[in-house]
């Protein structure tokens, strides 16, 4: 089980840890596989499952929190599905590395109604635990989709999006006109949108601030795009 914290087993495997009842739950009702779940609290029963009964010592040694959560699981990952058709709008994740951020930004689209995000190889693996509780169990509903760049610009064409990302130089967010078929980037609070993902930008959004702060956190820019975009369509 403390394998599982770890990339390399997470990949030989196929399965990753959730912890926590909310997060759980949330898996549970998706169409995510359940592979084992375990539980300190002899009166949680679950509908339709039945978890393993483990003492508080044998937690522990499961868990990789400080603070060790009741409730664990293991799920099978699952392989990503392609962009629905009709979706107006996707969220592309240029090599962002922190899980908070990953975790968060899942979590943000979901609210605002984003059905794919896709991202470029080296952003941060979906199944890192700090990602998976960042979630808050939004990862169980989100489609992720990892492609690569020359893969993304052959998807924009023959779907029709308009490319568009998070940059300092670009048109103001309040003035851009996000009622059209788009893809969102946003890149990493280190490096911005890198080269390769630049060239097959249409069009650079900037949003606007008076303070001396460098930059915006990767999760509050795509908040304010997603909430932008979500305006334009109610």
């Known amino acids: ?6 990339k390399k087993f997470r990949s030989e495997s196929g399965c990753f840890v959730v ?6 739950e949330e898996g549970l009702n998706s169409t995510f596989v359940l592979h084992s779940l375990y539980t300190t609290d002899e009166n949680w029963k679950p509908q339709h499952v039945s978890p393993l009964l483990v003492s508080s010592r044998e937690m522990e040694q499961m868990s990789a929190l400080s603070t060790p959560s ?7 990952q699952r392989k990503s599905a392609a962009i629905v058709e009709e979706e107006r709008i996707v969220l592309v994740l240029d090599g962002i590395a922190d899980p908070g951020n990953m975790g968060t930004i899942i979590r943000t689209a979901e609210w605002f109604g984003v059905g794919s995000i896709l991202c470029t190889h080296d952003c941060v693996e979906l199944y ?3 990602v998976i509780q960042s979630t808050m169990g939004s990862v169980f ?3 992720m989709i990892v492609l690569s760049e020359a ?5 924009f064409k023959a779907s029709g999006y308009h490319v568009i990302a998070a940059d300092l130089s670009g048109s103001s967010v ?6 059209q078929r788009l893809a969102i980037v946003i890149g990493s609070e280190s490096h ?5 993902m630049r060239s097959l930008v249409d069009e650079f959004v900037t949003i606007p601030g008076v303070g001396q702060a460098e930059s915006l956190n990767a999760s509050v820019a795509a908040t304010v795009f997603l909430s932008e975009s979500f305006r334009a369509s109610v």
């Not at 089980?1 to 770890?6: E, K, N, P, Y």
């Not at 912890?19 to 759980?24: A, D, L, P, Q, T």
């Not at 009741?70 to 099978?76: D, K, R, S």
């Not at 893969?151 to 998807?155: A, C, R, V, Y």
């Open 1 to 6: 089980m403390r394998s599982l914290q770890q």
């Open 19 to 24: 912890e926590g009842r909310k997060g759980i």
């Open 70 to 76: 009741p409730f664990l699981a293991v799920f099978n």
């Open 128 to 130: 890192n635990p700090k």
């Open 141 to 143: 509903r989100i489609n």
């Open 151 to 155: 893969e993304m610009s052959d998807m």
């Open 174 to 179: 309040y003035r851009f006109n996000f009622n």
């Open 192 to 196: 911005g949108v890198r080269p390769a």
